[in-house]
């Protein structure tokens, strides 16, 4: 059957009406500082599920108050913060949209904890990050409890699946890297175990047929970072543990050296099509690749499975309607209230 940005997808006991995906965003817009969303991402959310965006995944939401990028970050780390949550989720599933959390933990990149913890004593350049405290052996195993907490949450609250943020150098990063991870325990001498038992903790927590995304950086950029090998070996990793389908990015774990990100429009398309090949699983494709040909050129010639759009979805929240207008495909997602502007 042919496959293109329209056609329905089915990830384990999931169901989504098209193959379009938006991309976690961070807003920084949490007024009150307690991680709780609040208006601006309720309308911020349900605006891109009338939109016709099939899957909406969250953004990144922290495990613990520290491991926020910022104070204005959401979290998940009380059950205070369900019925925020639950609010936003059933809304956009009024309007035909399914939606996922991302959990994470920002590690070094905690620019407002008083002291940022990670795998080990390495600050992230630049004048806004503080000097981190490496995290202890029995520390590392009480922050994979705290992503099983958030993860019970989130399906308290109703989502349909759930994101693990192992890319752009973030805590997960930080362990699966050379770059950042020097430890001399077992989660030094193992780059993905720390992956490998958050996900292990997470499924146990998620019921049977919810899907569990990873976001990975394929590659970094950093002299002396990992190339895609180094990604793949840890994806077959993560794969065995648990993970249904990866998130394919790139980079975030320090300046770029001599190699730099392409940035331009499909650059990442290539590094989720060799992860989707090495591991025969389903892969999300994600950077610049706003303009609907492209984006129905990756679903057509199976570069990916589903494709996330960002900076595409943070102009325009209709952004699945106009590129089903554009590629005239059928049936479009047109709110009834809006099919005469059409």
Partial sequence: MKKDLFTPYDLKGLHIKNRIVMAPMCQYSVT??????????????????????????MEMTDIHPDGRITDGDLGIWSDEHI??????????????????????????????????VAPSAIPFPGASYKMPRALTTSEVQEVVQQFAQAARRAVKAGVDTLELHGAHGYLIHQF????????????????????????????????????????????????????IDHAIKLSKAYQAAGVDAFHVS????????????????????????????????????????????????????????????????????????????????????IPKQYIRAY
Avoid: C
Avoid at 297 to 304: H, K, L, P, R, T
């Fill in 32 to 57: 009150e500082k307690d991680g709780k969303p609040n208006e601006w991402h309720y309308v911020h959310y349900l605006s891109r599920a009338i939109g016709g965006t099939g899957l909406i995944i």
């Fill in 83 to 116: 019925p925020a949550f639950a609010r936003i989720i059933d809304g956009v599933h009024a309007h035909g949209a399914k939606i996922g959390i991302q959990i994470a933990h920002a590690g070094r990149k905690a620019e407002d904890a008083e002291v940022p």
């Fill in 176 to 227: 699966q890297s050379p770059l950042t991870n020097q430890r001399d325990d077992e989660y030094g001498q193992d780059m993905a175990r720390f992956g490998v038992e958050v996900i292990q903790a997470v499924k146990k927590e998620i019921p049977a047929d919810m899907p569990l995304i990873f976001r990975i950086s394929a590659v970094e950029y950093a002299d002396g970072g990992y190339d």
């Fill in 250 to 333: 790139s980079g975030g774990e320090g300046p770029a050296g001599q190699r730099k990100p392409g940035n331009h429009p499909g650059y990442q398309v290539p590094f989720a099509r060799q992860i989707r090949e090495a591991l025969q699983v389903p892969v999300i494709a994600v950077g610049m690749l706003e303009d609907p040909a492209l984006a129905q050129s990756v679903i057509g010639n199976e570069d990916a499975d589903m494709v996330a759009i960002a900076r595409g979805l943070l102009r325009d929240p209709y952004w699945a309607t106009h590129a089903a207008v554009t590629l005239k495909s059928e049936p479009t997602s």
